[in-house]
T-cell receptor, first 109, second 117 residues
Framework: GQNIDQPTEMTATEGAIVQINCTYQ??????LFWYQQHAGEAPTFLSY??LDGLEEKGRFSSFLSRSKGYSYLLLKELQMKDSASYLC??????????WGAGTKLIIKP | GAVVSQHPSWVICKSGTSVKIECRSL??????MFWYRQFPKQSLMLMAT?????????EQGVEKDKFLINHASLTLSTLTVTSAHPEDSSFYIC?????????????FGPGTRLTVL
């Protein structure tokens, strides 16, 4: 079966750095997405990786290793507004998104 | 970026009634639209995928007669929850992509919170 694993919850301090990991097993791979979702709101796109390596976009970076079925989202200089759920999603061979359960990130002052 | 709207944002209805949710792509033509359901503290669950002018493809376990999807144009898809019951109470989110197939970003609507009494 297809499976996406990510931690349920993480806590970090304002101004610090946090890494949210995602491992996946899917039938085929056509890229990995990270989305941010604030409570009661729809997800918003953060990043897309299809090749191995690190993609940097401001305070957020996303890394992919296809051979290991592994990705992480790195958030730097954490701000209180970064408190949200972070969803990892993999696009399988049928171009269908397989969603992880999400990681709830709690930022403390 | 591409904008997707949903209407209504929230709705409360009595058990047994039907509720229609609209999803519109405001500044682009969406070949494919997706309908998701999300229960509290859970991830998104894909209900169905619809392409303009054709029947929706429902995920396993989703009743097509209960969740009617109409993708009438490249900018509008509707989800009708027929004979709603309290267990249908959930957060319904639509998304749209520019192209059919391919590794395309999905643009999400703001969601509709349905409460069935």
């Amino acid at each position: 079966g297809q499976n996406i694993d990510q931690p349920t919850e993480m806590t970090a301090t304002e101004g610090a750095i946090v890494q949210i990991n995602c491992t996946y097993q899917t039938s085929g791979f056509n890229g990995l997405f990270w989305y941010q979702q604030h409570a009661g709101e729809a997800p918003t796109f953060l990043s897309y990786n299809v090749l191995d390596g690190l993609e940097e976009k401001g305070r957020f970076s996303s890394f992919l290793s296809r051979s290991k079925g592994y990705s992480y989202l790195l958030l730097k200089e954490l701000q209180m507004k970064d408190s949200a759920s972070y969803l990892c999603a993999v696009m399988d061979s049928n171009y269908q998104l397989i969603w992880g359960a999400g990681t709830k990130l709690i930022i403390k002052p | 970026g591409a904008v997707v709207s949903q209407h209504p944002s929230w709705v409360i209805c009595k058990s047994g009634t039907s509720v229609k949710i609209e999803c519109r792509s405001l500044d682009f033509q969406a070949t494919t639209m997706f309908w998701y359901r999300q229960f509290p503290k859970q991830s998104l669950m894909l209900m169905a995928t619809s392409n303009e002018g054709s029947k929706a493809t429902y995920e396993q376990g989703v009743e097509k007669d209960k969740f009617l999807i109409n993708h009438a144009s490249l900018t509008l898809s509707t989800l009708t929850v027929t004979s709603a019951h309290p267990e249908d109470s959930s957060f319904y989110i639509c998304s749209a992509s520019l192209l059919a197939g391919g590794p395309n970003e999905q643009f999400f609507g703001p969601g509709t919170r349905l409460t069935v009494l």
